[in-house]
């Protein structure tokens, strides 16, 4: 079993930035794929980062929404995973998730992770 803990959400304005971060607890952190997902009111669950690790070597990927703005990372170490959002629009508005897939192949099919935070809420003023 492994638990999600989301930090880092809340209010900024268009143009500026935050971090969240997700600590996992676990032994074998360093094998997950884990994700940032988001959430609007009324919309779908959507993909928005995902990275990996496997023989020493990171795999990422991105929504096409965000690149070039956000920004994930990892540290084994600190079982902790970070999303560093850069360039914020009202359009990122949302409650973003952190996530959890016990395999080290990347995905941006929410079903296909095995482990999900609470969510940390995410507003950008225009």
């Known amino acids: 079993q492994v638990q999600l803990v989301e930090a880092g959400g809340g209010l900024v304005q268009a143009g500026g930035s935050l971090r969240l971060s997700c600590a996992a607890s676990?032994?074998?952190?360093?094998?997950?794929?884990m994700g940032w997902f988001r959430q609007a009111p009324g919309k779908e669950r959507e993909f928005v980062a995902a990275?990996?690790?496997?023989?020493?070597?990171?795999?990422?990927d991105y929504a096409d929404s965000v690149k070039g703005r956000f920004t994930i990372s990892r540290d084994n170490a600190k079982n902790t995973v970070y999303l560093q959002m850069n360039s914020l629009k009202p359009e990122d508005t949302a409650v973003y998730y952190c996530?959890?897939?016990?395999?080290?192949?990347?995905?941006?099919?929410?079903?296909?992770?095995?482990?999900w935070g609470q969510g940390t809420q995410v507003t950008v003023s225009s």
């Open positions: 996530a959890a897939r016990g395999r080290v192949v990347l995905t941006t099919t929410p079903t296909l992770y095995d482990y």
């Open positions: 676990g032994r074998t952190f360093s094998s997950y794929t």
């Open positions: 990275i990996s690790w496997s023989a020493g070597k990171t795999y990422y």
